[in-house]
């Protein structure tokens, strides 16, 4: 079941890259299993899964110890438990404020490479949903540079739901724009994480390098 649905996945993803004119295997697949069951996850690593993400550090915590993968943290950070994601995690996709960036980078254990992060933007700007506003990007950016024990890898959005195609490619679209500027400044990112169940193919179209996908994969959240 989890390995069917990840060969479709992943197939998909192939034809989005063949279809939108992108490298084939430009697009990377991170399976997000929050809310799943170790059993599953299981399924998806013997099928070959590699990466995955997780949004409930507790949640988490009990998982990590018993896979070794790569582990992606996708959830929003409150500032007491950045020590936990710093040692536990290769990934962070939700950075959005200077505390928390200088905190995973004096937390990260030394004997572990650097964290590699992307910043969290609030493209659609919506008020409820976290992120930071598209003009505070850059100076994150460049704080980011400066912290030792993490790497800035790039830019994770979480656009609000639409159903039609085009107006989810508008959105993604402002992300890659904003990527675009800082690639051409001091900047070199190589991620640009945008995509989940409803819309990945229109990420892909509009240059998305790593998609976020739960419930194509592992079906409904408990
Ligand atoms: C839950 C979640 C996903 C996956 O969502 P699906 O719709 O199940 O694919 C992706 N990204 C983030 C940040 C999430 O919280």
């Known amino acids: 079941m ?13 034809e989005a890259e063949l279809r ?60 007491n438990k950045t020590r936990k994601i710093a040692e536990q995690f290769s990934w962070v996709h ?24 992307c910043l969290q933007v609030n493209i659609s700007q919506e008020a409820e949903k976290s992120g930071i506003a598209i003009e505070d990007v850059e100076p994150l950016a460049a704080y980011c540079s400066t912290l030792a024990n993490l790497k800035l890898r790039g830019l994770m959005a979480i656009p609000a739901y639409k159903k039609d195609f085009m107006e989810q490619r508008t959105q993604f679209h402002l992300l ?13 990112l190589d991620t640009l994480s945008m995509g989940m169940s409803e819309d990945f193919e229109a990420a892909i179209a509009e240059g998305a390098t790593l998609v976020r996908i739960g419930s194509a994969i592992f079906g409904q959240r408990a």
Do not use: M
């Open 20 to 79: 939108f004119s992108r490298k084939p295997c430009s697009v990377s697949l991170l399976a997000v299993s929050k809310k799943q069951s170790v059993g599953k996850i299981q399924e998806a690593i013997e099928a070959g899964q590699v990466a995955f993400g997780e949004s409930y550090l507790q949640e988490a915590l009990i998982k990590i110890p018993q896979f070794q993968v790569e582990w992606h943290f996708i959830g929003s950070i409150q500032s």
């Open 176 to 188: 890659k724009l904003l990527w675009d500027e800082l690639n051409k400044k001091q900047f070199h």
């Open 2 to 14: 989890i390995a069917k649905n990840l060969v479709q996945v992943i197939a998909r993803i192939r």
């Open 94 to 117: 939700t950075v959005s404020d200077i505390h928390v960036a200088r905190r995973l980078s004096q937390q990260r254990p030394q004997h572990l490479p650097p964290l590699n992060i």
